[in-house]
C-alpha cells in the first residue's frame, strides 16, 4: 500500500479524489499495490464530504508522517506551494503536481532534488489538462532532436475566440460567458493576457531543448484586444484567430513566443474549437506529431494528475529522468522573424496612398460591417521592419500576424 497526501481540495484536488475512489481497482493494478489517500491539506472544513475524516490544516503532519511517500500539490500559485513541495522532496517524498507557475518558475532546482533523493518530481498536468504530451516529449521523443513546438495551450482564450467567431460576440461577452461556465477565472488576466501559456510553453521548450527557458524573456500578447470587428474579417480571409504559443530552433538560434495569429482553413489548428487544446510536436526525423484533447476542467487535468501518481508509486526509488537543466536557453528576438500581417484601419480610402508608399504593394480587404474602415494584408516582413513603418500610418485599430 502506497500513502499520498493532497494539497489543496480545490477544483483539480477534489477531482485527483474522485478519480482515485472512482477508479480505485483499475489504478491499483496498474500501480503494481495500492494507492490510499492518507491526509488532504485544505484551509478550509468540508463538513460531510468524503475527506472530512483525513482533513488536517498543518502541513507538517504531512511532512513528519514517513508512510507518506507521494505528495499531489493541486494548489496553485507559487506560495507555499513551493515551499511544500522543496520541503515534501528534501524529506524524500516523490511529487506530483498541476502547478505550472510553480513549475515554470522552480521546475529545474525541483527535479534537481528529486534527482539527488532518487525520487521524482513529476508534472505531466500542468500542460494540456488530460493530453499526454510532458511524458512523451520527455520519452518517446528523445530519439530525434525537436526543432519547434506550437500549438493552443489555453482552453479559456480558445473558447472565447470560438465563441466570438460563432456568435458574433464581443470579447467582454464571450469572457463574461465563460466565466460563468467556469471555463474562466474571476480574475482571468492569466488566461486572456497570454501568461498562462507563456509559462506552458516554457515548460514545453525547457524539456525539448533540456535548457531553462526563463518564461518571462518570451514575448507574450493575449486577446484582450481582439475585437468582433478582427473576427468577421478573419472570415472574410479564410481564417480564425488563435492564441498561438510556439517555439523554434533554427540554425541554432531559438525563438519562443504567445500571440493571436490568422491560422487557415487548412492548417489543422484552424478547427481546434471550445477548451480543446492542440500542440505540434516537429522533429528533424519524426516531422509533425499532434496531440489533442480537453486542455483543462477538473476531471481530465484530475486524470493526468493521477496518472503521475500511478508512475510515481511503479518508481518510488527509481528516478525517472528529466532532461531540463538549470543552465539558461538564450532566447534571439523576434524582430527578425518573418511574417505576413493584417492591419486594421479607419479612414477614408486616401489612407491608402500612405499605405502604398510606406509597405508597398499590399492586398487590401473591406466587409459591410466596416463602412468606415478597412484592412490591409501585408507580403512577408520582419517583425522589426513591420512595427516601424506601421508607425507611420494614421487610424490604425490593430494588427494580427499570419501563422
Known sequence: MTDIAVLGYGTVGSGVVEVIDKNNASIDMKAGGGIRIKYVLDLRDFPGDRVESILVHDFDTILNDPDVRIVVEVMGGVEPAYSFVKKSLLAGKSVCTSNKELVAKHGPELISIARSKNINFLFEASVGGAIPVIRPINSSLTADPILQIKGILNGTTNYILTQMADEGWEFDKALETAQKLGYAERNPEADIEGYDACRKIAILSSLAFGKNVDY???????????????????????CAVKLLASSVCEDGRYYAMVAPFLVGSSHPLYGVCGVYNAIFVN???????????????????????????????????????????????????????TRRFFVRVSGQSGSRDKIDSVFGEVSYITVDEDPDGFGFVTGPVTEKWFNERLKEIEGVKGRIRFE
Open 283 to 337: 522533429g528533424e526525423s519524426i516531422g509533425d506529431v499532434m496531440f489533442y484533447g480537453s486542455g483543462a476542467g477538473k476531471l481530465p487535468t484530475a486524470c493526468a494528475v493521477v496518472a503521475d501518481v500511478v508512475d510515481a508509486a511503479k518508481h518510488l526509488d527509481k528516478h525517472i529522468y528529466t532532461f531540463w537543466s538549470d543552465e539558461e536557453l538564450k532566447l534571439t528576438g523576434i524582430e527578425n522573424a
Open 216 to 238: 518571462e524573456n518570451i514575448y507574450t500578447e493575449g486577446i484582450s484586444k481582439i475585437t468582433a470587428l478582427d473576427i468577421v474579417y478573419a472570415k472574410k480571409l479564410g
